[in-house]
């Protein structure tokens, strides 16, 4: 990949901090804001989306191809390091079943899921890219880090959107819980997906160890200026069987504010993830802060029970019928993807 693109990176991450010394007090007061003032700030978000996308909730069928992850990420309990998980690789005919099942339920959204796997069989991927989008279901792929020439070759099978979250702006943080990977070559991808024609989806996790309300607001800052097509926010859960088991939750009322400051100040953003992490009750508070996207869980069993990345007692399978209800309680409507 084209030093381009690293250059890029770090003249971004540099460029945070006088922005920060502006306007982290006003970010770090919405963050902390309870009450009438959160209930303000939740109806400000709502009016935005109404304003970008109308009152729709978009639908994706969520696939989670493989728990296999070269990764040691501390917070995730598909770390390499964790030798109780049963890890797994779905077949090509266990996939297109998925994707004919989603077809069946009339979803045009693959949300397509895999750990870092350095033994990813492309060809594979590029062959059930192509079987979704040959049955106009469109594809978005959430597999890591690839190679560039890995990128083209599932663009030009068929994939359009592709998700690579940073999770936090604090690069020491990002650096010592991914196990020493580097925050500004994670962007750099991110610069090189644009540049091939993906749409790019990022974000982060809120709540995780030794990061600070000052990292939160420069994470929201870090978004603004990557201006992602997708967005989210996941609530920090200590998976048990990750290194950070120990650790406390994140709190979900400070992501929540945290949800709609994106809405707000993300301009040409316009869908925003309605996180599991927040749990069934949560995703509707979810909905009302801002989101406007929810995803059908359609891993069979029983790889859907093998797939732990956050897993904790907040996390939820979402099914399409718990959409369509929880949509009509915001008064939103499910509609097709932007």
């Known amino acids: ?73 501390s917070f995730c309990g ?21 994707i004919n099942l989603l077809k069946d339920m009339r979803v045009s959204q693959l949300h ?13 991927i590029g062959k059930i890219v192509s079987y979704a989008t040959d049955r106009n279901i469109a594809v978005t792929l959430v597999l890591g880090e690839l190679k560039p020439d890995d990128y ?20 020491e943080t990002y650096s010592n819980l991914k196990g020493r990977k580097n925050l500004i070559e994670r962007l750099a991808h991110l610069f090189y997906l644009r540049e091939i024609g993906y749409k790019i989806g990022t974000g982060i996790i809120a709540g995780l160890p030794t990061t600070s309300l000052r990292d939160l607001a420069r994470d929201l800052l870090l978004l603004q200026r990557l201006a992602p097509d997708m967005a989210s926010v996941s609530v920090f859960s200590p998976n048990g069987e990750s290194a950070l088991k120990d650790e406390p939750p ?17 301009e040409y953003t316009p869908i925003i993830t309605c996180s599991s992490s927040f749990g069934p009750n949560g995703q509707i508070e979810a909905l009302q802060a801002g989101a406007n996207l929810m995803s059908v869980h359609i891993t069979p069993y029983p790889f859907s029970d093998k797939f732990s990345m956050y897993t904790s007692v907040n996390r939820t399978l979402t099914q399409y019928n718990y959409i369509q209800l929880c949509s009509e309680k915001v008064g939103l409507k499910v509609a097709e993807y932007v």
């Open 152 to 171: 083209i070759y599932l663009y030009k099978a068929g994939a359009r959107r592709y998700i690579l979250k940073f999770e936090t702006s604090n690069a």
């Open 250 to 266: 994140g709190s979900k009322d400070m992501a929540l504010n945290f949800l709609s400051l994106m809405r707000l100040s993300l």
């Open 112 to 124: 397509l899921v895999g750990g870092e796997d350095k033994d990813i069989n492309i060809d594979t």
């Open 78 to 98: 598909m770390a390499k390091s964790n030798q109780n998980l049963q890890r797994y690789r779905l077949s090509f005919d266990e996939m297109t079943k998925s």
């Open 1 to 73: 990949m084209d030093k381009q693109y690293f250059i890029q990176a770090e003249t971004i991450l540099n460029s945070l901090g006088d922005i920060l010394s502006q306007k982290e007090n006003v970010i770090v007061e919405k963050l902390l804001c309870t009450g009438a003032d959160s209930e303000e700030l939740h109806r400000q978000a709502r009016i935005r989306r109404r304003q970008l996308v109308g009152d729709r909730v978009f639908v994706r069928g969520s696939l989670e191809y493989s728990n296999v992850c070269t990764n040691n990420c």
